[in-house]
């Protein structure tokens, strides 16, 4: 032993000395450096983690918006294809209308010139009756005396007032 | 051709209490652990910046790796194995310095061995041969004192952790009564504990003295250029033996905490 330099004094200094630095090391060293180290491995997750619940958030909110515009398209060609389904609509009914409209104007001045028509022919009649019941006494006049005159005249006009009459 | 002792030389003795050289560098390599950790923790923080990015690479390397030998027992056991590790490797490392062991004074042999029957001549000149080169500095690893302090700590520490998790069962493991094959493995088991100490401490101390010794000769016999790829070498080996030692203590601390884990099912 004492050639081997084996000391007992000098062993337990040494023991001392390896328990010292045991502790100073725990103390100073181990405990605060494992433990930043578990804090930011911590950390790195707990941000890990809220990257993966954005990432999942971003993803549900695109489909939302997705389903969202294609949604409004839909509405949006609706809305088109009815507007102009009621445009049609109007329009066939505006000309119905109008042609309805034309017809009667056309039915009514059809009547009018009817009318028209009638009178005219009516006046016409009278006013040759007129004419000639003048001519026929003018002309009677002149070469029949007065008795024959007045027969035949008389005869005349009766038969004219009888005419005239029926008509 | 340089002096080479194995035991360490005693520098003064202060109340009674030897100082070696030896002991002179543990105190020199506690000041460089102490003084590494207070540098890398003083003020800590989340974002690290130099040393203590460097102090974090360490730890937590050393962390992890104990963690795949011992499991979650780690805990417990790390701030041991790390302190084996750092001291053993900072003082083997230390050694390899120029100056450690090569810087030093010239003690004269006459007072130590004032009580040997030989009487030294006074003529001048005998008195010069007898004066004995003492280094200032020695590896602290290359002292058997050291080593054996290591190895006595850690076996030690092992049947602390053994008793601190399984409890009183623990105790079985060296004297079981049940039956004499128990008794007989009890025995087997207090003889391989006790050479533990001694694997420990020679292995650890042989490497590092030899490596000394090699250097030493080495740089005798050529100074220049050829003993560089030897300093490699014992920095590696530095390395090399501060692992085994503290990843040993780690599978022997392993082995003690699973004592009992197979006749829980029986």
């Known amino acids: 032993m004492e050639q081997l330099g084996i000391?007992?004094?000098?062993?337990?200094?040494?023991?001392?000395?390896?328990s010292i630095i045991l502790f100073v090391l725990t103390k100073l060293l181990y405990k605060p450096i494992l433990s930043i180290l578990e804090k930011r491995k911590k950390q790195i997750e707990e941000g890990l983690q809220l990257t993966e619940k954005m990432k999942a958030e971003e993803i549900q909110m695109e489909e939302k918006k997705e389903r969202l515009l294609e949604q409004a398209r839909k509405d949006s060609h609706a809305i088109i294809e009815e507007g102009k389904k009621q445009a049609i609509e109007e329009e066939k009914e505006i000309i119905a209308h109008a042609h309805r409209d034309a017809d009667e104007v056309m039915e009514k001045a059809k009547k009018e010139i009817e009318h028209l028509k009638e009178q005219m022919e009516k006046q016409m009649k009278k006013q040759t009756i007129e004419t000639a019941i003048l001519m026929a006494k003018r002309l009677l006049e002149r070469s029949l005396d007065s008795a024959r005159k007045r027969e035949i005249s008389d005869k005349n006009i009766k038969e004219l007032e009888s005419f005239a009459r029926s008509n | 051709m340089p002096h080479i002792t194995l035991a360490a030389e005693k520098l003064t003795t202060t109340f009674g209490f030897p100082i070696t050289n030896s002991l002179l560098t543990t105190w020199l390599v506690m000041a460089i652990l102490f003084i590494f950790a207070f540098l890398?923790?003083?003020?800590?923080?989340?974002v690290p910046s130099g040393i203590q990015s460097a102090a974090e690479i360490i730890i937590g390397g050393l962390h992890e790796f104990f963690e795949s030998v011992i499991g979650h027992h780690v805990k417990l056991v790390f701030p041991?194995?790390?302190?084996?590790?750092?001291?053993?490797?900072?003082?083997?490392?230390?050694?390899?310095?120029?100056?450690?062991?090569?810087?030093?004074?010239?003690?004269?042999?006459?007072?130590?061995?004032?009580?040997?029957?030989?009487?030294?001549s006074n003529e001048g000149s005998v008195v010069e041969e007898k004066k004995e080169f003492v280094p200032l500095l020695r590896g602290a690893t290359a002292d058997l004192n050291t080593t054996l302090a290591l190895a006595v700590f850690s076996v030690i520490a092992m049947q602390f952790y053994g008793f601190h998790v399984l409890g009183f069962h623990y105790g079985g493991r060296f004297i079981d009564f049940r039956s004499p094959i128990y008794f007989f493995v009890g025995a087997l088991e207090v003889i391989s504990d006790t050479s533990k100490i001694i694997s420990f401490a020679f292995r650890l101390f042989g490497n590092i003295f030899a490596g000394e010794v090699l250097l030493a000769v080495m740089a005798f016999l050529m100074p220049f250029i050829i003993p560089l790829p030897f300093l490699m070498l014992e920095l590696f080996v530095g390395f090399v033996q501060a692992l085994v030692f503290s990843m040993l203590t780690a599978v022997f601390v392993n082995v003690a905490l699973s004592h009992g884990e197979g006749e829980a099912h029986a």
């Open chain 1, 7 to 18: 000391e007992p004094k000098l062993l337990v200094a040494q023991l001392v000395n390896f």
């Open chain 2, 40 to 46: 890398s923790t003083h003020s800590i923080s989340l």
């Open chain 2, 80 to 120: 041991l194995l790390a302190s084996l590790f750092l001291f053993i490797i900072i003082a083997n490392w230390v050694g390899l310095l120029p100056g450690v062991g090569t810087v030093g004074f010239f003690k004269n042999e006459a007072q130590k061995s004032i009580q040997s029957k030989e009487v030294i």
